[in-house]
Antibody, heavy 121, light 108 residues
């Protein structure tokens, strides 16, 4: 059974860079054309897609976050990672990694449990 | 347009049928997917494509599409169906994923 697990600091200072990693187990990140995704959810609010990446490094980003987001993949570690720069309190959220049903797809059928990142000094 | 619009809250009597809708221009080109989210949990995919249910999702959940509107129907709502429901799809360009604002379903 495919599993995804987010990891990274739970507290980031304003203006600094948020860094998270998603580790995939139960399957290889590079054996298909999936575009692995990052999605976030501020406390008490809705879901927001951040971006997606293929095993070859091709990316799609949310236009509203594109200037601050970098997503990259480490196939040897079966991981993909998120960096969000110049964070503010508005970036406080539960961050999820997820696998789409196929290719670059909006249907995400496997999700990590999520990790809360708080932006605060 | 890149927005998907959902009603913020809907209620249904136990055992009755409820429809949750999602509107957006992108839905004219792309199917919506639907997710159920309970407090403290990750979203769970319940409907995708034309009207497909992942393994383990009860058949009381169904989906439909018409023009720029996608609908999630729960036929015979159960107490455990009380949750937030989100639709998502691609935007007009097809290059971005968008989520609706979510609908809080209360089972009375």
């Amino acid at each position: 059974q495919l599993q995804l697990q987010e990891s990274g600091p739970g507290l980031v200072k304003p203006s600094e860079t948020l860094s998270l990693t998603c580790t995939v187990s139960g399957g290889s990140i590079s054996t298909s054309s999936y575009y692995w995704g990052w999605i976030r959810q501020p406390p008490g609010k809705g879901l927001e897609w951040i971006g997606s990446i293929s095993y070859s490094g091709s990316t799609y980003y949310n236009p509203s976050l594109k200037s601050r987001v970098t997503i990259f993949v480490a196939t040897s570690k079966n991981q993909f990672s998120l960096r969000l720069s110049s964070v503010t309190a508005a970036d406080t959220a539960v961050y999820y990694c997820a696998r789409p049903y196929s290719g670059f797809d909006s249907t995400f059928d496997f999700w990590g449990q999520g990790t809360l990142v708080t932006v605060s000094s | 347009s890149s927005e998907l619009t959902q009603d913020p809250a809907v209620s249904v009597a136990l055992g009755q049928t409820v429809r949750i809708t999602c509107q957006g221009d992108g839905l004219r080109s792309y199917y919506a997917s639907w997710y159920q989210q309970k407090p403290g949990q990750a979203p769970l995919l319940v409907i995708y494509g034309k009207n497909n249910r992942p393994s383990g999702i009860p058949d009381r959940f169904s989906g439909s599409n018409s023009g720029n509107t996608a609908s999630l129907t729960i036929t015979g709502a159960q107490a455990e169906d009380e949750a937030d429901y989100y639709c998502n799809s691609r935007d007009d360009s097809g290059n971005h994923v968008v989520f609706g604002g979510g609908t809080k379903l209360t089972v009375l």
